[in-house]
């Protein structure tokens, strides 16, 4: 299936226009690195304690990050989930013994918050074990005989009817007689010794400053192994000046991107930079698709200078490029919309990514072989370029194999 046939746009007659863009989302994101002192890390990086909370009602950011910032020295940051009644509160620490006493902080001061009991049991995120010692005294006092058995068992359908059919949070307790097995005596006792908790706190994640610093060096170091690595690849597969050529491309890719995240203030985390990575190879798969379509050309001696040759080939691939592109950028749009708070920093590296390096196959990756291609020209050097049909030294050795 093809989109396009025999097309014959004229890219690189317009390539400066786009080169331009580039530097100028390349000059942008550099500026706003250098005023914001570098990315902003998550926690995986910076290390730091990390909570989603969900809410009964739409909660106040204002009033709880005051809270929190009267108990927690340093930057406290409470943001809210779109289109949901949930908060990321995060917080950076200093040191490994911080980790905890930080994490219970932050939870006392929401219970202190949302007025909670002391007497009672919070229901609303209680484990089986605590809700079964709450209720297990007050019903033998009341003259309600179960076997120890059935009522763990009844226990356990409590908290599964919490967790899986309300999303670990009740509007009321009535709601509790359609748990298999409750009784009008087992709901009272319930009701009498336990509240229901405005807020559930459904996820934790604590790293320390040390892991942090080692995870960013890590991802870094992950990160120049994959541009090295494909800078030999290619260099192998077809000539050095094609691998710097599709390792710039894809540097370029790189770069724009992580300074779209600075100007956005977006959190470089863990999950970003695997969106990074994939990138890398993804941009580098689309590069390599025109530069074989390039030598191929070459290799059957097709007439004209390396404009033309280069023109051609990315027309003849231009098909293939738009559908994979395409495809592969509305599944990224997909998620980056609909994925949540939590994958919203891996999707929006994915669509500014597949954007970006797809056109910088075209825009910036080839002509960097036809400013390549004019200079030794200029410098008279017949043995890569000169006359009429431009022959890569690679494609000769690939042709005698």
Do not use: C
Not at 99 to 104: A, E, K, P, V, Y
Not at 176 to 181: F, Q
Not at 364 to 370: C, K, T
């Amino acid at each position: 299936m093809e989109l396009f046939r025999d097309t014959n746009f004229d890219f690189m007659g317009n390539k400066w226009p786009l080169i331009g863009l580039s530097l100028l989302l390349t000059a942008a994101g550099l500026v706003s690195l250098a005023v914001n002192g570098g990315p902003t890390y998550g926690i995986d990086f910076k290390g730091g304690t990390l909570l989603y909370v969900k809410f009964a009602e739409k909660p106040s950011e204002e009033a709880i990050r005051t809270a929190l910032s009267r108990k927690i020295k340093g930057e406290v940051s409470v943001v809210a989930v779109q289109g949901t009644n949930e908060l990321m509160i995060q917080t950076e620490i200093k040191g490994e013994q911080e980790l905890q006493s930080t994490r219970q902080t932050i939870e006392d001061t929401l219970a202190s918050v949302y007025s909670a009991s002391a007497d009672k049991l919070n229901f609303t995120g209680a484990p089986a074990q605590r809700l079964y010692d709450r209720i297990n005294l007050p019903l033998q006092k009341g003259g309600v005989f179960i076997a120890d058995e059935d009522l763990r068992k009844l226990v356990v359908e409590i908290l599964k009817f919490r967790d899986k059919q309300k999303g670990g949070m009740l509007a009321n307790f009535d709601e509790l007689s359609a748990v298999p097995g409750m009784t009008p005596q087992v709901l009272n006792v319930i009701k009498q010794e336990s509240y229901l908790g405005k807020y559930l706190v459904r996820n934790t994640e604590v790293v320390g400053p040390r892991v942090g610093n080692e995870l960013r060096t890590k991802a870094l170091l992950a990160t120049l192994y994959a541009l090295g690595g494909m800078l030999i690849y290619v260099g192998l597969r077809f000539e050095f000046v094609y691998g710097f050529a599709a390792v710039i491309a894809v540097f370029h890719d790189t770069i724009i991107t992580i300074g779209l995240f600075s100007l956005f203030h977006k959190e470089i985390s863990l999950t970003v930079v695997a969106a990074l990575l994939t990138l890398v190879g993804y941009s580098m798969n689309d590069t390599i698709v025109v530069f074989d379509r390039i030598r191929e050309n070459l290799q059957r001696g097709r007439k004209g200078d390396m404009t033309d040759i280069v023109n051609r080939s990315v027309n003849e691939t231009l098909s293939r490029t738009i559908m994979t592109s395409s495809l592969t950028l509305l599944t990224a749009v997909a998620l980056w919309l609909f994925g949540g708070q939590v994958l919203n920093g891996f999707a929006f590296a994915l669509v500014v990514g597949i954007t970006v390096g797809t056109y910088s196959s075209i825009f910036v990756a080839s002509p960097i072989l036809v400013f390549w291609q004019d200079f030794m020209k200029k410098r008279g050097d017949n043995s890569r370029a000169g006359g009429a049909t431009p022959v890569v030294p690679a494609a000769k050795k690939l042709a005698a194999k």
